[in-house]
């Protein structure tokens, strides 16, 4: 079994093991297949090892094998298999913000945690080190602060780590839109005794566009080092780099007008889905570099410690073009950009866990006692032009948006750099600068009060220091430097109906979240209290059949207080107070199943409703228009023959389906109209075959096989691929 664990390509060897006619080796195959399919067990969740059915949070679980048979090479792309999770912004590789953002359960949130600690990347992240993607649904501020979560969840990276044999692959592929690329695996003992041991992937990707305009160049090395010196100490040291040059995908933004009035959905602009309205050369490079630590000693047969250190810099130069619409109607556009120059963002992730687990007279304990600290050091720098295309006066010039023959090409990179050459000197750039801090303290129990309840206590003592950098101008107010304690609780609880089968669950969790100083209704500038968000929520797990067949069902409810919100006064158009609230609800639905020999699917459906309930008057009782869609629903199903003069061959097929997105949803107060602009639903399907042997696999897949017109957006509209055929060719050694 352990040559099985060791092979680059896991489902190769499953395929190979599958000759053997034994029984117990039969049964131990079967157990490897539904493992790359099923939900695994997971120590990152509640920073502890628990089985699904015993952990009171849900949260989702996508296998490296997965991603390999679908022809996958982002993490982004893998999220196409978690349920209740959205994509609504492509990563573009700016520097702090530059990565992708998702949203779950009616809240945005990103990339941020990788082995259970700080792993921010702001450019596409490849999965070429990728052993599997965990998303934990719901707010997690008690075990993961504020900084890297978000309310509706924390998506975490579990990557691949060296082993004891020499081994690996290289993979070849392309395909559509000049996409190319290479990559590489290869593990190695560095020493006789195979104490040190190393590991190198990487990739190197080349892609183009199905518009008139774009492409990305994205290049992963992430070796990893470890280091097992006796039977108590394991050292692991890792690196990423992930180097990213692009021309961002097409964005258009919709602020407030009266063509709002006239359009209401992306299709009345009757926008030519091809047309990039772009030119050449507005390009921009992003880098993320991470580093990490770890040192895991066995103090005794019941007490483990783990000693973690992370540090994250993402820097980025170059512009990011966007349009948007204003004024009467929608047969025009703008157009702009909001550069980077030189721009950076670090931080640094220490984290102290000391995990135990014992019994206090018939009761079993599972302990995490933790210490955490994060800095974070902006030296953001946008800049921009306010507006691309304006007259001797200054004033803007709205570009036609069908007018045939117009050069939308005269926007590219050597026009935009002399707008931005001819301002040099007299700008006002928008500057992100200064340092946060972060101390906290977690303790988290499981107590097995008997066999089949468990009972899971947590608390996390935060303490928040902002010290915020100069203003860009003179003019600029100065922000002010705050420090703030906060509790976090969590609680949940697990009662297994039928002891490894069948449970049901309940949790309360909260997360929270530090503002910045407002002023109110008198211009008193005063420092809010955090605002937080608290997590109810209940269900039922299943693992039926050996595990062959796992699901998750669940209601939750999300109420998030103490929001900040407008409230203009005399004298005070920007006053705010906070009393806001936001409530967030909804169902779950997660099924994996291994039905029949060979065959395997993964079944997702989520609802949500979102709602302002107390808030300014223009979105009071209204949805987010960052919330994404209401209904969403993934499938996808495979099958592969494990015998037979076939063996080796296999092919699945699968998609999505999001409901219609409000990405504008507002009252315009003034004049008592509705302003709502909507993306449409969509189904998005994708196919994929390949043939899997010992020493090579062949694969190809097809992504939205169908042509679907769609578009995702965070109050935006991106358009997103055509039909796109990718092929690939893998030798293992």
Known sequence: MKNVLICASLLGSVLTLAQEKDSTNTKRIDEVIINTYIKKDSDYSNKMTLKAIENPQVYSSIDKVILENQGIYTVDEAFRNIPGLQTMWTANGRA?????????????????????????????????????????????GTLFGSLLTSYGGVINRVTKKPFETFGGNINLSGGSYDTYRAAVDVNTPLTQDKKLLFRLNSAYTNEGTFQTEGFKRNLAIAPSLT?????????????????????????????????????????????????????????????????????????????????????SSSYSNGFMPYLFFTGDDATSMYRSDQSTRDSRKKAINFQQNFNGDFRIGNLRNRVVLGFDYLRVNNDQNFYDINGFD????????????HQPGFNYTNFNGTALQAKYDAVAGNETPYLINGTQENYAVYLSNVLSITNNLNVLMALRVDNFNNKPGVPATPEA??????????????????????????????????????????????????TPTPEQANQMEGGIKTSLFNGK??????????????????????????????????????????VNAYLVKGFTAIVGFSYNDSKYTQADASVENRRPNTSGAPYLANLYASYQFLDGNLKGLGFGIGGNYASENKIVNNLDTTTNTNNVFTLPSYIVLNANAYYDTKKFRIGIKADNFTNEHYWIGYTTANPQKLMNIIGSVTYKF
């Open 96 to 140: 702090g913000d530059g990565g992708a953002y998702v949203n779950l359960r009616g809240f945005v949130s990103s990339n941020s945690l990788r082995n259970g600690v700080l792993g921010s990347v702001t450019g596409a992240i490849d999965a070429i080190n990728l052993e599997k993607v965990e998303v934990l649904k719901g707010p997690s």
């Open 227 to 311: 280091y097992n010196p006796t039977d108590r100490l394991n050292i692991n040291f890792e690196m990423e780099l992930f180097q990213m040059k692009s021309m961002s995908d097409q964005t258009f933004f919709f602020y407030s007008g009266k063509y709002l009035q006239k359009v209401n959905n992306i299709k009345d602009l009757n926008l030519d889905y091809k047309n990039s309205y772009l030119g050449k050369d507005l390009t921009n490079t992003g880098r993320s570099i991470n580093f990490f630590g770890q040192v895991n000693y066995k103090i005794s047969n019941n007490i483990k410690s783990s000693t973690n250190i992370s540090t």
């Open 390 to 401: 304006r007259n001797a006066a200054g004033e803007p010039i709205p570009v036609p948006l």
């Open 477 to 526: 107010e100065e922000r002010k430097s705050f420090n703030q304690t906060f509790f976090s609780p969590k609680l949940g609880i697990v009662y297994e109906v039928v002891k490894d089968k069948f449970s049901v669950f309940g949790n309360y969790q909260n997360s929270f979240k530090n503002l910045d100083y407002y002023t109110d209704a008198a211009k008193v500038t005063r």
């Open 549 to 590: 067949i796992s699901s998750t069902l669940s209601y939750y409810n999300i109420k998030v207080k103490d929001v900040l919100r407008n409230m203009p006064s005399p004298g005070n158009a920007n006053a705010q107070v906070q009393d806001g609230t936001i409530v967030s609800k909804g169902v779950e639905l997660e």
